[in-house]
């Protein structure tokens, strides 16, 4: 490595951090990525895989614009990952199936035809022949063909492997404490382990993220918004696609588990799982397909998504703190995001024109519009 070659801290080593630390790596910035535990241990392994860009958008604008940008860079980015550190993040190309069960739902997802892009309209049928294990109740619904999923753990585990073999620096079990700003810049994190420094730093500490840049001044509300998830297993699959409806999805994974989620609850920071809850993710499930009621319960979890009041990411570098970039709020849609995030933060580190006007993701935003309202 020459003296001139540019170096990163990236605080926070979920999927996002990750994708960052693997873009800035292969662009020849040297990277150091801190976690406060292990890598990949919070939402992003809690996750389900969906790579809902249209399942999850429900207008059109910029939130959609960066979904289905991600979503285009996925399958490549997936050969990519599996090609640099040998694991596969085992990418699965079947759409979404996005059902409706009730009148109210039909019309609120046909209303969603007139922007959405590669979307069809199934009749009751065509969703019974398409995947004949969904309930008899269907009335109809969306079929979200470029929907396609990955699996979360094997997802962290492709991309710490790639990150080993393009020697970034990991720092597991090193809390980054606060940011060191030094004339005017943000400079370096202050960590358990002693003041790290870096041309650039990076924010991408999830649900956590506030904490840190709070004492300057900057207010990026963050709030943990917990899921609870439940795994199932039949004998044999009973689905090949996602199945989604108002209640819960069905995530087929290639081991034959299917994940069932998940709980949206405003908590703090507890994971805490509870029967109730699991219990009726399980009536749910087994309203849409029937043969998962007498399904084997494999495990359950928790995590905690990194919510923001208007859903939208923080992506971007705040003015008010220079030398930072901030790369955290992905909320429901981390594990979709990922690709666009990290090659997006690596277009700023390197001074390019980002593949998209980043104004909406603005990590000042919420203090613009109040000082906007004074
Ligand atoms: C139940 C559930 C289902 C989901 N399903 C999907 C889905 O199907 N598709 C999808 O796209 N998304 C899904 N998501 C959302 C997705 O998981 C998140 O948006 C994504 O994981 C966020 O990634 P992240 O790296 O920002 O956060 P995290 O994975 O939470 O990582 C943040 C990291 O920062 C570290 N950290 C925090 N503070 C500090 C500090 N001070 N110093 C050092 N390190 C720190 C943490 O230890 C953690 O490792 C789901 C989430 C949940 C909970």
Known sequence: MNSSTKSAIIIGGGIIGCSIAL???LAGIRCALIDKGALNQEASTAAAGMLGAQVETHHPGPFYQLCRLSQALYREWSIKLLTIGGISPQYIAEGILRAALT???ESELQSRLSWIED???FSAREM???EQAITPDVLGGLYLRRDHQVHPIHLAQSLTAALHKLDCEIREWTPALSLIERGGHIRGVRTTDGELFADHIILSAGAWGSALTEPFGLSLPLFPVKGQCISLKTAAPVIRSTVFFKE?????????????GATQEEAGFDKRCHASVIGSLHTSASRLIPEL???EFVR????LRPGTRDGLPYIGRPAALPGLIT???HYRNGILLAPATGRLIKQLVLDEQPDMDLGAFAPDRVRSAAEHLM
Not at 248 to 260: A, F, N, R, S
Not at 300 to 303: N, R, V, Y
């Open 23 to 25: 873009e800035l790596s």
């Open 103 to 105: 009148p109210e739902d």
């Open 119 to 121: 979307a069809e309209w």
């Open 128 to 130: 019974r022949v398409r």
């Open 248 to 260: 819960c999805y069905v995530v087929p994974k290639e081991d034959g588990t299917m994940i069932v």
């Open 293 to 295: 009621e007498h399904a």
């Open 300 to 303: 359950t979890w928790a995590g």
């Open 327 to 329: 790369a955290t709020g």
